[in-house]
């Protein structure tokens, strides 16, 4: 069972748009959702993460925008830039367990 | 910053050998490490959860006598695929939480490339 959605795809934008990628869980246990961005052939990084008492957070060009009732969250990229072109994943944990479930992706391409 | 380290980054191995991974945390205590596997174009699937000084917990549908998990100590686990066959090819991700901290961040190495010939 995926434990938490991510949508869409794939999303190609032009040098300075916004791409939005969209997630959604289930489990309302989870009280931690990070973001990471993975280049080809490498490990994920962490790219940011909020808590569900917040319902925005910045960092950088990266927002995270949290909705707890709807139990979805977002990711937006401001200004986006060629070099933001990567797949992105959602995910999720909860406080009493390390694991982390992760979304299924989304491969973005920034063109200039 | 944290740094997890995962060697071999790519390796070749013919059809019914072993061939291990490690994983380190470089800069930090890790009670607990993470193995995880990506086959192209999909996202990462849990394998295990690695603890030191005991037993992996294995998610279900992974072979534990296939996939061996060892966690000598704080800073090292490993995976070693035994009797590799060609659908054991895959990139095989380890991922690490501070236990100095209390926080949720885990890290996560570098990846390592299977390839079985």
């Known amino acids: 069972q995926q434990q938490v959605k991510q949508s869409p795809q794939s999303l190609i934008v032009q040098k300075g748009g916004i791409p939005i990628i969209n997630c959604a869980y289930e489990n309302t246990a989870f009280d931690y959702f990070p973001w990471y961005q993975q280049f080809p052939g490498k490990g994920p990084a962490l790219l940011i993460a909020i808590r569900p008492d917040v319902s925005e957070k910045k960092e950088g060009r990266f927002t995270i925008s949290f909705n707890k009732s709807a139990k979805q969250f977002s990711l937006h990229i401001m200004d986006s830039q060629p070099g933001d072109s990567a797949t992105y994943f959602c995910a999720a944990k909860s406080g009493g367990y390390q694991k982390v479930t992760f979304g299924t992706g989304t491969k973005l391409q920034v063109i200039p | ?117």
């Not at chain 2, 279900?60 to 035994?82: C, M, P, R, Y």
């Open chain 2, 1 to 117: 910053g944290a740094v997890v380290s995962q060697h071999p980054s790519r390796v070749i191995c013919k059809s019914g050998t072993s061939v291990k991974i490690e994983c380190r945390s470089l800069d930090f205590q890790a009670t607990t490490m993470f193995w995880y596997r990506q086959f192209p174009k999909q996202s990462l699937m849990l394998m295990a959860t690695s603890n030191e000084g005991s037993k992996a917990t294995y998610e279900q549908g992974v072979e534990k006598d296939k996939f061996l998990i060892n966690h000598a100590s704080l800073t090292l686990s490993t995976l070693t695929v035994t009797s590799a066959h060609p659908e054991d090819s895959s990139f095989y991700i380890c991922s690490a939480r501070d236990a100095g901290t209390t926080g949720n961040t885990i890290y996560f190495g570098e990846g390592s490339w299977l390839t079985v010939v």
